[in-house]
RNA sequence: GCCCUGAUAGCUCAAUUGGAUAGAGCAACGGCCUUCUAAGCCGUAGGUUAUGGGUUCGAGUCCCGUUCAGGGUACCA
């Protein structure tokens, strides 16, 4: 049940019996009660005080008057301002509480048959380098983007799109051929997806070597980037490619074979998976052909150089180029096969794009070119767009080596995760190995968090040496709380303690308990605003919330050592109910809590 | 040039979408481990919400101007 729900229908038919009007919906406006005034929740008059006629002082107290004689939902109210705040019974509380214990799911809705199908596009990685920490963001949102949809019963496919053809990889493929003598992931040890990236750093020292020379030899920066040998060799490299060149193809797929088992890799790392995974090689072609319809069919046109174009000039838009002048496809033209694909594979309710925020215009097209095409879904793609991970020294880029490698921070977290942990002495009665996996969970939940816990839409700043920590609000404070509350529960079982959410006998409760009862009460309108913003962030901070004051609520009150049976059960189950909300929530954000830390 | 974002404490982020005296963490300083896990708790200090105007009962939030930063802008993905 939601409190607030249930006091709009109050509010409504005390305002309709006192006033004699009906308020809309968006009238009806609460918030939760601040700290130095007396009440749970507080619903704001201002927006009704037009139609009441009465001062705003009055219209909140006659309100309260009403609320408190219906029924026993409100004990008392105090009015500040146009401000009701309303102090909602404690057996309310408590029966909430109840509801969330014997419910494992509290909060969470249950996929049906006919639930809405989503599908979730992220990662989408070039094959011709690995994964950076701009991956990491986009990773970490789109699978937890999906946990949070199925959380509110929704269908979720998890695709990914992995863009395996084109120059890029042409160009590691050539360096290869040139300085590889043979390597592979084997014979030097190197993660597969780094070695190819290795040469494609290769090509690109010896591509702007070629270029400098040409240009002291006077040619222009533009003619030399055109006619640089290595250059040349690349393109013919993807012509032969294109033509299904065998030997060529054999040498795509093998370099390309590297790649996923490093990716593969990393993702298990970092606890993502996908449910279907398209190759830009598979459809960049039914692409092609869409483009082609749509010039036949005179949607599009055609240049003088034979270049295929889109006019959106009535959308207040440019032209769109389609197709080269050479015929060979853009990214807009895979975007529009994969596209059409997908709605032929899956019934899709709504598809989802987790991709950066400077392809913003690139999705606006492509909405607008899928509708132009027919196709009535295109207007209803949705873009979540997320903006980038800068380094205190600014943006990361490659050419400047200041890219933060995935696997590099992984590890490294994962080090100092252990460096900490046997410092402060913790699971010394574990296992090696049992130890080693904790310390992994909590390097990754640490990485997590402070990812996902900012806003997506904004950019965020990363600092790999001070930025990650382990105190205060972070993964592992919260990971920390849990596992505290875990072992207080193993030690009730151990003393035969039977956790049951019979105490009816109370009738108050401290202020740090009722603090903990109004915040979990919460939880259910926090996963929907989640889906609602597409936005983990929301569900992260409530974490923290819930963390923070059950802390306080702990340093208070002893919970074991209560010698009230009916209290000390009240907050066993409190605490059972915080572990259970604490493991969805962060569940949802693919964040592991250990049982002990 | 044009278009789109953003700017909140020294740093990293919040602020229930227009609500009350703008909140947390880090860093700094001062307390608390004989008591269910101190990766914790309590306290002190830190703000003209970039800036100037406007809208109204009420603005960090909406509108206009300015400054700064990032992104995009027809044959890169």
């Not at 007396?38 to 001062?55: A, C, L, M, N």
């Not at 249950?110 to 094959?127: F, G, H, K």
């Not at 252990?418 to 410092?423: S, T």
């Not at 997506?456 to 040496?465: Q, S």
């Amino acid at each position: 049940m939601n409190i607030e729900n249930f006091l709009k229908e109050k509010i409504t038919s005390a305002i309709q019996v006192i006033f004699d009007f009906e308020p809309e919906n968006n009238m009806l406006q609460f918030q939760q009660t601040r700290k130095e005034f007396e009440g749970d929740i507080t619903f704001v008059v201002f927006p009704i005080v037009r139609y009441t006629q009465k001062s705003p002082e009055d219209t909140a107290r006659m309100i309260g008057e009403y609320l408190v004689t219906d029924e026993g939902i409100i004990e008392k109210f105090n009015v500040v301002k146009g401000f009701l705040n309303l102090t909602i019974t404690i057996s309310w509380w408590i029966n909430n509480l109840k509801e969330a214990f014997k419910n494992e799911r509290y909060g969470l809705k249950e996929a049906t048959e006919d639930s809405e199908l989503v599908m979730i596009e992220y990662s989408s990685p070039n094959t011709n380098k690995p994964l950076h920490l701009g991956h990491i963001r986009n990773n970490l949102l789109g699978f937890s983007l999906a946990e949070i949809l199925k959380g509110n019963g929704k269908r979720v496919v998890k695709t990914n799109i992995v863009n395996d053809r084109g120059i890029h990889i042409c160009k590691s493929m050539y360096a290869w051929q040139q300085w590889g003598e043979g390597r592979t992931p084997e014979s030097t040890g190197i993660k597969g997806d780094h070695l190819v990236g290795d040469f494609y750093v290769m090509f690109d020292k010896q591509y702007k070597k070629e270029i400098a020379e040409l240009v002291a030899k006077g040619f222009s920066e533009q003619e030399a980037e055109n006619c640089a040998l290595s250059i040349l060799a690349v393109r013919e490299l993807l012509r032969k490619w294109e033509a299904g060149h065998k030997g060529t193809v054999e040498l795509w797929k093998m370099m390309n074979g590297w790649v996923y088992d490093g990716f593969n890799v990393t993702y298990r790392n970092l606890g993502v998976d996908f449910d279907k995974i398209y190759y830009e090689s598979e459809t960049y072609l039914s692409g092609k052909e869409e483009v082609l319809r749509g010039l036949k069919e005179g949607i599009f046109y055609q240049k003088d150089d034979s270049s295929i174009w889109a006019d959106l000039t009535s959308e207040g838009l440019d032209h769109k180029l389609l197709l080269r002048s050479d015929g060979t496809s853009v990214y807009m033209t895979q975007d529009i096969g994969t596209a059409k694909m997908r709605f032929n594979d899956y019934p899709i309710d709504k598809m989802v794009y987790v991709v950066g925020n400077e392809q913003n215009y690139h999705f606006q097209v492509l909405a607008i070119l899928l509708d132009m095409l027919g196709y009535d879904w295109g207007r209803e793609l949705y873009h979540f767009s997320y903006g980038m991970v800068e380094l205190p020294t600014g943006k990361m880029k490659s050419r400047e080596g200041t890219v933060v490698d995935a696997d590099d921070l992984i590890a490294e977290m994962i080090e100092v995760a252990r460096k900490m942990g046997e410092e402060l002495g913790k699971l010394e009665g574990l296992s090696e190995e049992e130890a080693e996996r904790t310390y992994k969970i909590i390097a990754l939940g640490a990485l997590k968090y402070f990812i996902l816990k900012v806003d997506p839409r904004k950019n965020m700043t990363f600092d790999p040496k001070e930025s990650i920590d382990f105190n205060g609000n972070t993964g592992p404070f919260i990971q920390y709380t849990h596992a505290r509350i875990r072992s207080v529960l193993r030690k009730a079982i151990d003393a035969n303690i039977n956790i049951s959410a019979d105490f009816n006998g109370i009738k108050t409760v401290e202020e740090k308990e009722r603090e903990l009862l109004k915040t979990i009460s919460l939880f259910p309108e926090t996963v929907e605003e989640a889906a609602m913003e597409y936005s983990p962030a929301v569900l992260a901070n409530y974490c923290y919330e819930l963390t923070k004051h059950f802390n306080q609520f702990y340093h208070e009150h002893s919970i074991l050592n209560e010698p009230d049976l009916d209290k000390r059960n009240f907050r066993l189950v409190l605490s059972d109910v915080v572990s259970e909300i604490l493991r969805n929530g962060m569940g949802m954000l693919g964040i592991e809590l250990p049982e002990r830390m």
